[in-house]
C-alpha cells in the first residue's frame, strides 16, 4: 500500500565492532563530538546498561502501531530499534508485550521519541529502552501507514538506518556509519 514506506533492512554492525564502541561511555563521545546527541528528555527505563547497534527505524505516527508489528517480524539480534513517533507523546506504542518480543528477537536496545507503557514489565523482559515518557494511552492496529527502514528524527537527530547508536545512562548518540 501506498501508506507505507518500507525499505530492506541495513547491514549490521559488525560484532566487535558493537562490542567495542559499546566499552565507550556516550559523555566520552561528548568530549569530541558535537552532534549526534539525541534529546535529553528520552531516558532509560532501565539504569546501567550500556548498548551499541545499528539503527533499524520505524515510523509510525498518532494511534497507530501496525508497522512495529510487521518491524518486529524482521528485526535481528543486536539490532538497535529506533521508533519514531512523529511528535506523539501521549500515546505508547511499546510496553511488556514488545519487550517481550524485543527480547525474544534480541534486540540489543529500543530507543523511542514518544511514551512506553508498562515501564515494570519492559524492565522485567530486561531489553534496554530509552523513551520520552510514560502513557496509559495505547496505540492499537489501525492500518494508517508508516515508515520501515526510512530516515528518521529522534530527539531532534537525524537517523538513517544502518547508523551506529550507543546508549547508556547519560544518554544517546548516533554515529553515521561512515563516520563511526
Not at 501507514?145 to 546508549?167: E, H, M, R, S
Amino acid at each position: 500500500s501506498d501508506i507505507y514506506r518500507i525499505e530492506p533492512l541495513p547491514p549490521q554492525l559488525d560484532t566487535a565492532r558493537a562490542a567495542r564502541l559499546a566499552q565507550v561511555e556516550t559523555a566520552t563521545l561528548g568530549h569530541y563530538l558535537h552532534t549526534g546527541f539525541v534529546d535529553t528528555a528520552i531516558r532509560p527505563l532501565i539504569v546501567g546498561p550500556r548498548v551499541a547497534g545499528n539503527a533499524v527505524t520505524v515510523q509510525i505516527s498518532g494511534p497507530d502501531s501496525t508497522l512495529l508489528y510487521y518491524a518486529m517480524d524482521r528485526v535481528r539480534p543486536g539490532d538497535l530499534l529506533v521508533i519514531d513517533r512523529v511528535g506523539d507523546h501521549k500515546q505508547a506504542c511499546w510496553g511488556g508485550f514488545m519487550a517481550a518480543v524485543a527480547r525474544i528477537r534480541g534486540l540489543a536496545g529500543v530507543v523511542i521519541d514518544g511514551a512506553v507503557t508498562d515501564p515494570a514489565a519492559i524492565r522485567e523482559a530486561g531489553v534496554p529502552t530509552w523513551a520520552r515518557d510514560t502513557s496509559a494511552v495505547t496505540t492499537k492496529l489501525l492500518n494508517l501507514g508508516g515508515g520501515f527502514n526510512v530516515p528518521v528524527c529522534i530527539g531532534g537527530v537525524a537517523v538513517t538506518p544502518g547508523d551506529a547508536v550507543l546508549a547508556d545512562d547519560c544518554g544517546v548518540v548516533v554515529v553515521p556509519s561512515s563516520r563511526l
